[in-house]
């Protein structure tokens, strides 16, 4: 990190970036979306790539001196096709959310019907939430999950034989069961549906072999680069030779202007990092060390959604104790554990305050946790929401905290 540029220029900003480092250093972050990328990763979305205008595809665009940029898309494109087994991606999306709507940009028409889940149950809002461009502007049925936190599909299909979606999305931000593609594409192909799955959370498992692919079964598949997958912020689109052009016209000239070619180039050594024979280990060690956290909760009497989880993430549920999300995950900030509250199944809280925190892996595995130091951290979860009021109880909390961030160091 080239931090003595930023403090000559600008000591208040760099100031503030220090501190940023010390927090993340010090807190142990579940924050189920959140990873930490490597330092080539960073680097390179720190260098003069930044300066050049792209826009257009490698080798067809519409300004001069983009030979060097042409080099490096071509690699980030080359290798996330490689890495997922797709034949054709677009890696120019500035973020999963652009992913999503480059493809309702190509997809859909202006008031077609979408069956996607519901943010409150675990969907994400691009996948038609009211307050978002694809409720606004999309006629949106969604579904939801049973009490034990799962998609019923029996549902999702009689909800799309009903109301004949355009397109059907799979996919979540908080489902912590493994997502059956195939079902979703019997149910897309019995009403003639497209089929978009948003693997923003999963990529990284999938890309490791520890989640099945929707490869083969959706029609588009878009996720982001920053979450599990360990790359930089940013988005990708993914599918077949038929709507490659498509696509890349929706997100370039469509809803994007030029390419962010400095991020681009951290997409390419991410997706090389992700091929590695190590980040099969990794992905693995995700699920390992949820599970390690899950079983920790509920050996100390913490209740999770679907008694458990079978990938990266899980939700604690808090109905039991009386307490909300919302204060909860405000205790754990204080011992140095960072979450977000969520809500559960049924919720009897507003989204605001919710009755549940979600909690994910991705980036404690990065930093080295294993198994064991999973169910010292549920340990510490589990006596926070016990000892809440008790500020010597918490501050011994937090040194147990500490201590684990003590051992693994982020850099
Ligand atoms: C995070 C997420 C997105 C959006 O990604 P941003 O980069 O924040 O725009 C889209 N879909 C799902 C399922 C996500 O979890």
Do not use: W
């Amino acid at each position: 990190m080239e931090m003595n540029f930023i403090n000559e220029t600008d000591p208040e900003v760099a100031e503030l970036i220090d501190k940023e480092l010390i927090r993340q250093q010090n807190t142990i972050e579940l924050i189920a979306s959140e990873n930490i990328a490597s330092k080539a990763v960073m680097a390179a979305a720190g260098t003069v790539l930044t300066n050049k205008y792209a826009e257009g595809k490698p080798y067809k665009r519409f300004y001069n001196g983009c030979d060097l940029v042409d080099q490096i898309e071509t690699l980030a494109v080359e290798r996330v096709k490689k890495l997922f087994g797709v034949e054709h991606a677009n890696v120019q999306p500035h973020s999963g959310a652009q992913a999503n709507m480059a493809v309702f940009f190509y997809a859909l028409k202006h008031g077609d019907t979408v069956l996607g889940m519901d943010l409150s149950n675990g969907g994400h809002l691009t996948h038609g939430s009211p307050v978002n461009f694809s409720g606004m502007y999309f006629n949106i049925v969604s579904y939801g999950v049973n009490e034990y936190g799962e998609i019923d599909y029996n549902n999702v299909e009689k909800l799309a034989l009903e109301h004949k979606p355009k397109m059907i999305i799979c996919g979540a931000s908080n489902y912590s069961k493994i997502i059956d593609f195939k079902r979703f594409k019997e149910i897309a192909d019995k009403v003639g549906a497209y089929l978009m799955a948003d693997i923003a959370h999963i990529a990284g498992l999938v890309a490791g072999g520890v989640h099945p692919s929707p490869v083969g079964y959706a029609d588009f598949i878009t996720t982001t680069t920053h979450k599990s997958l360990r790359g930089p912020r940013g988005g990708v689109i993914m599918c077949s030779k038929e709507h490659a052009a498509g696509i890349d016209k929706a997100v370039f000239p469509g809803i994007q202007g030029g390419p962010l070619e400095h991020i681009i180039a951290a997409k390419a050594i991410a997706f090389k990092e992700a091929l590695k024979p190590e980040f099969k280990e990794y992905a693995a060690q995700i699920v390992k060390n949820a599970k390690a956290l899950a079983q920790s909760l509920m050996d100390e009497n913490i209740d999770i959604v679907g008694n458990g989880t079978e990938n990266h993430v899980m939700t604690i549920d808090l109905r039991k104790t009386g307490k909300t999300g919302k204060d909860v995950a405000n205790l754990l900030e204080r011992v140095g554990i960072t979450a977000n509250k969520n809500t559960v199944p049924n919720d009897p809280q507003s989204p605001f305050i919710t009755s549940g925190v979600r909690i994910g892996t991705p980036a404690v595995t990065t930093r080295g946790f294993k198994e064991d130091d999973m169910i010292e951290v549920g340990k510490i979860i589990a006596s926070a929401i016990t000892v809440c009021d008790n500020e010597v109880a918490l501050e011994n909390l937090k040194a147990r905290a500490k201590k684990l961030c003590d051992k693994y160091p982020l850099y």
